[in-house]
């Protein structure tokens, strides 16, 4: 049975930090391209952080861009997310995907779709003072 664990969400000031885990068991995830997206109240699903299967390139829109950091441990099984500089904007529920399309990350983040796609159920992250 596959499954996606994400872990590390929590309420952080503005300025602050958190790293988001995504733990996968049934999957080799470096096998897959990963994506972290995120979904406010009331706002479209986005994708913030994706890194390819292929060669590990990854990408970054323009609203995380020099903030975020994705990361492959393919030892641990894990793909991790390094938020720094949070802004209360950044308050949602982050999902890690794993995907078996092979695509640049840039199209992953914008159509997180594949004839495979693992989903994890979600971790919280407020920014708030």
């Known amino acids: 049975q596959v499954q996606l664990v994400e872990s590390g969400g929590g309420l952080v000031q503005p300025g602050g930090s958190l790293r988001l885990s995504c733990t996968a068991s049934?999957?080799?995830?470096?096998?897959?391209?990963i994506g972290w997206f995120r979904q406010a109240p009331g706002k479209e699903r986005e994708g913030v952080s994706c890194i390819s299967r292929s060669d590990g390139s990854t990408y970054y829109p323009d609203s995380v861009k020099g903030r975020f950091t994705i990361s492959r441990d393919v030892a641990r099984n894990t793909v991790s997310l390094q938020m720094n500089s949070l802004k209360p904007e950044d308050t949602a529920v982050y999902y890690c995907v794993a995907i078996s399309r092979i695509a640049t990350p840039q199209a992953i983040c914008l159509n997180p779709a594949g004839r495979t796609a693992y989903w994890g159920q979600g971790t919280q992250v407020t920014v708030s003072s």
């Open positions: 049934g999957l080799a995830l470096g096998a897959y391209s």
